[in-house]
């Protein structure tokens, strides 16, 4: 771990993504204005001392609906990957232990999934079931664990066959035991930096729904609604589409940089 | 080699089966049907045409005879046609008695969305191959992280937001550059040459914003696959002979650093055929993603089975011809040693 | 090199942009003398699935098919009927048969004359259970429809049917030469029709653009500019962008662009002129009436009370609309004078919540009854300004003790899963204020099944009884007052809380002349064939041709 940190850019990473987490955490403290405090007669005004990052179309503060909308945010990322982590893992594990038609099921539909255009299939299913935020979530996860229980099953396969399993193994461990301690925290480096980098394309993903209006629910904010708000008007209220824009640029690029920088430390192959 | 393509052609089967199953049971999620938007909300539209319209689309008959219907319209490539879009072929071009030809859907969009998808993807190897060695070249170095942070940051940004920021800038601002749409509107009068430059003026921005989020992902791998051959002994081997560093990096390393390259093609094909959603809505592209996007607002069942059954086997395909492509240039996989 | 190569592509494509604005020193604001030619170009956010209006249905069908095809009556701009294709009509003394009189010497645009037995065809096809159409039931009431010669059309009613003159004002009569013998519901002519309007399909690029051209042999007579382009833009946004930087002419506004961009950007109130006419829909909400507690006319009436209209307008419409009280466009003669909107009195509400036994008895700040909370969800499609409202709905109900949820769905899910099935509790949706006062779909008892209008299940027999009436009588003054005596009992029942009805908002050029203004009540594009453009201040690209 402490490699990782050596590298200049997975700092940065870290420290962009710890102070976003420290802003969403404190939102309630450091809010100058309840996010969905509405103003009619304070519309589409640009920064100011009052508001740091102007109001929207509703005259609510950006800022605070900003710092609530990290919140939001980041919870769709956390927890869709989340999500995928765990049924990427569960189905990699199952295929790389027990291989054999179990391997080969899986991995089909391993196949089968990563086939049909992502995007396409979290459109249809989200537009077809309400977009509230726990739908975003779940879709979200359903269809982005391919890539993890590929990881997996590849530690596992390679894994099974090492020394320490293997003696495990004759020492008469359990199924459940070999695999929760013996294979699972030795396969958990790529599985921490596919969470991080994960987490990064969900935040993504969650702007692009809300740019098509399968977004978050109103009057919640996230930040990929208030840019979805504010595209309209890009050339005239750019602070509506410039901070969230910023943030979500921000937060994407601190989780590329710490698991691309937790990737590299991580890698054998990189420290001769 | 005729085993190992045997082989792999006998499990495409299960893979169309599941995606037969998958595309039909997102279709049953869905709670409203082509009735429900096809007559909109016109005071005037009765229930009767609604029932009407029900029937005449079998959507009435129970849920495994649609199954039964869809499995053999996959196997004969016949996706019927369009609810919404006055009964369009949703796949290929069809004739009618009096000789009058109705283009597919499919057959109009999946050009477009290719040639953006493929320039955008030639772009992206243009950039990322030299950018990938050069960080590769110097790990660690400034140059390595700058080029990381540049990636990246090309990735983190929200696509649509950077879109209509160039549009804005390139297009009103400064003119040039179009805004929207494939061609200008005296297309047709201008010359071959003229012609093409101005379908090219119109792919600049559509093609760079697809390309840029792809960037990062190609890059690393570039740096990653030559950071490892670097390390092989037969680099060694080359440098210890005195061979020039070019010599080594551009013919030794850079042609095995690339083999793995080939896979990810075949990866990357889903998104070829995809299309963006976003970006063709905004440019005004009339691609797969504007397409999908449409027939999922009007529920249009046979163009969005269509177009995921189709972009699916397409995929397929592609994946088939990446592998075939991988056991011809690395015989350890022909032979049955790896994979 | 391979930069110097990249750096000449740059070159040529930057060089082979000659965007051509207009000189500064064009005068936009001088007179010019009326002429004929050029193009008019426009950009629309869907592309139509067909050009037969009775089958294809969506909004941009039948903007591109009303130039093509005619009707036997329209709405002049005062929203009076006149004849189109008929040159008159009359109504028999019984009421029930209506015989129209076509002009003399009518042609489609392939030259073929367009006779009586064109209009029988179309209403034989509108009405044949083939025809897969939503628009049949008006036309089904015919019991008789009979071409004796060439330039009559006849058609008989069961019995009198008041909104019959309206129906035949929106049938678009297509060619019997051409279709008869075909499949209608698949026949190409969807893709290139023939027609005896203004304009005749020059070109359709499908995902491009639909461009019409002059019908020489156009029924009305030549409309003055030669061409009409409409580009398939699906985006809002990009849209915009489009007209700022003058490549398309007309664009229908927002509010924020309407009263806060162009205003600011002096290059935008130079080239391009605004209007403002009444819209064509109201947006309200409404209750369920068949769930508790909306079947009580009081909390009803207190959540209409409570909330403010004109925070609404001033909110999601910058001031652009204005309310309503009743479910006609404001200012023709089916509005009654004499109803106001209710007012917007918090302390009223709350009154009449606590009649009708609402009180904060657990005090949580919300309202309950036999300890249920006064909480409801309202429902509405995705909507920017529906959106928006209720937003600041949910904030006003906050204030008297209502805890509002919203969701806001897609159209197709909203409609299916929701609206048809009853499954709401308010829902946050516009109706079209149609020019025939008829709404007997909308609010009569009758039209609760599952799919019909009156999903909100609003039952009252008086209005039913009005309702029967106001379809049976001729006579306009009769009429007027049926329809008046109908929207007071709807207000005082308050089914729906009226929230605003917004404007058009559209932008035009400069470089087009010859719109109606300030806008009549037909709106300006009432007389959109007399638009023209000079000469001086056209595209140069296009007329160079």
Sequence with gaps: MKRAFANPLARLGLALIASILLLALLAPVIAPYDPDAINVKSILLPPSAEHWMGTDGLGRDVFSRMLFGARISLLVGFVAVGIATVIGVVLGAFAGFYRGWVDIIIMRLVDVMLSIPTFFLILAVIAFLDPSIWNIMVVIGLTSWMGVARLVRAEFLSLREREFVLSAQTLGASEVRLIFRHLLPNSLTPIIVSFVLGVASAVLLESGLSFLGLGVQPPQASWGNILTDGKEYIQFAWWLSFFPGLAILLTVLGYNLLGEGLRDALDPRKHP | ?339 | ?545
């Design chain 3, 1 to 545: 090199m391979r930069h110097i190569f990249g750096l000449g592509v740059l070159v040529v494509l930057l060089a082979a942009c000659e965007r051509n604005p207009l000189p500064p020193s064009t005068d936009l604001e001088a007179s010019y003398p009326v002429e004929s030619g050029g193009t008019l170009i426009d950009a629309m956010a869907g592309e139509p699935s067909g050009l037969i209006p009775m089958i294809a249905g969506e909004s941009a069908a039948s903007a591109i098919a009303s130039r093509i095809f005619n009707t036997l009556l329209r709405y002049d701009r005062n929203l009076e009927l006149e004849g189109e294709l008929a040159q008159s009509w009359s109504i028999s003394r019984d009421q029930r048969t209506i015989t129209f009189t076509l002009k003399p010497g009518l042609k489609w645009e392939d030259g073929a004359p367009l006779t009586s037995a064109d209009v029988l065809f179309t209403w034989e096809l509108v009405t044949d259970d083939r025809t897969r159409t939503p628009y049949a039931s008006d036309y089904k009431l015919v019991t008789k429809a009979e071409a004796p010669d060439a330039r009559t059309f006849r058609v008989t009613y069961a019995q009198p049917y008041a909104p019959a003159l309206d129906s035949w004002a929106s049938l678009q009569i297509l060619p019997k030469h051409i279709l008869q013998g075909q499949d209608i519901n698949t026949t190409t002519f969807a893709r290139k029709p023939i027609g005896s309007h203004y304009y005749r399909l020059e070109e359709w690029k499908t995902g491009e653009r639909i461009s019409l051209v002059r019908n020489p042999n156009a029924t009305q007579g030549p409309p003055r500019i030669d061409r009409l382009i409409s580009r398939f833009i699906p985006d809002p946004a990009s849209q915009f962008l489009e007209l700022m930087a003058d490549n398309i002419d007309i664009m229908n506004l927002n509010p924020i662009q309407y009263a806060r961009i162009i205003p600011a950007r002096p290059e935008m109130k130079r080239n391009i002129a605004l209007y403002k006419e009444l819209g064509n829909g109201y947006t309200y909400l409404g209750f369920n009436l068949k769930r508790v507690p909306f079947d009580d006319v009081r909390v009803r009436q207190a959540i209409n009370y409570a909330i403010d209209k004109q925070e609404l307008i001033d909110g999601v419409l910058l001031g652009l609309g204005e309310p309503v009280a009743a479910p006609y466009k404001p200012g023709t003669r089916w509005v009654n004078p004499e109803l106001e909107p209710y007012p917007y009195d918090p302390r009223k509400a709350r009154l009449l919540l606590k009649a009708a036994g609402f009180e904060d008895h657990d005090d949580d700040g919300i309202l309950d009854r036999a300890g249920k909370p006064l909480r409801f969800e309202i429902i509405t499609n995705q909507n920017k300004q529906r959106e928006m409202s209720a937003v600041l709905i949910q904030r006003r109900l906050k204030d008297i003790g209502i805890e509002v949820h919203i969701r806001v769905l897609e159209w197709a899910s909203f409609l299916g899963r929701y609206i048809k099935t009853g499954d709401f509790d308010a829902v946050i949706l516009g109706w079209g204020l149609s020019l025939d006062p008829d709404q007997y779909n909308i609010w009569h008892s009758s039209q609760t099944k599952p799919g019909q209008f009156n999903f909100i299940g609003y039952h009252n027999p008086m209005v039913d009884k009005l309702l029967e009436q106001g379809r049976l009588e001729m006579d306009p003054d009769k009429r007027m007052k049926i329809y008046h005596t109908f929207s007071r009992l709807l207000l005082e029942d308050s089914p729906v809380v009226y929230l605003y009805a917004g404007y058009g908002l559209p932008a035009i050029h400069k470089r087009v002349r010859g719109i109606d203004s300030p806008a009549p009540p037909a709106g300006i594009g009432w007389n959109a064939q007399d638009w023209y453009l000079p000469s001086p201040l056209r595209r140069t690209e296009i007329s160079a041709q």
């Design chain 2, 1 to 339: 080699m005729t085993r190992y393509l045997l082989k792999r052609l006998f499990w495409m089967v299960p893979l169309l089966i599941g995606i037969s199953l998958i595309s039909f049971f997102i279709m049953h999620l869905a709670p409203g049907d082509i009735t429900t938007t096809e007559a909109g909300f016109n005071p005037k539209a009765s229930e009767e045409s609604r029932q009407k319209l029900r029937k005449l689309y079998h959507l009435d008959e129970p849920i495994l005879v649609q199954y039964g219907y869809w499995l053999k319209r996959m196997a004969t490539l016949d996706f019927g046609t369009s609810f919404a879009s006055h009964q369009r072929p949703v796949f290929w071009e069809r004739r009618d008695a009096q000789g009058n030809v109705q283009k597919g859907l499919i057959q109009e969009a999946l050009p477009v969305t290719l040639l953006i998808n493929v320039l955008s993807l030639v772009l992206i190897f243009v950039v990322a191959l030299p950018l990938g060695v050069i960080a590769a070249l110097h790990q660690n170095g400034p140059p390595d992280r700058i080029i990381t942070l540049f990636v990246f940051v090309g990735f983190a940004i929200p696509g649509f937001w950077l879109a209509l920021m160039l549009m804005y800038w390139l297009g009103v601002v400064h003119g040039w550059l179009p805004i929207s749409g494939l061609h200008s509107l005296d297309h047709d009068k201008l010359g071959g040459l003229a012609q093409l430059v101005d379908t090219a003026r119109h792919l600049v921005l559509p093609v760079f914003i697809s390309a840029l989020g792809g960037l990062a992902g190609i890059s690393l791998f570039v740096k990653n696959g030559m950071l490892d051959v670097l390390r092989q002994d037969y680099i060694t081997t080359a440098r210890a002979k005195g061979l020039p560093e070019k010599t080594v990096v551009y013919r030794h390393a850079l042609r095995n650093a690339l083999l793995p390259l080939i896979t990810l093609l075949g990866l990357s094909i889903p998104g070829l055929i995809g299309g963006s959603v976003i970006a063709e809505s905004l440019f005004a592209i009339p691609g797969m993603g504007k397409l999908f996007y449409d027939a999922v607002l009007m529920r249009d069942f046979p163009v969005i089975m269509g177009i995921l059954t189709i972009g699916a086997v397409l995929t397929l395909i592609g994946n088939l011809l990446a592998d075939i492509a991988y056991a011809w240039a690395d015989p350890r996989v022909r032979r049955g040693v790896v994979h």
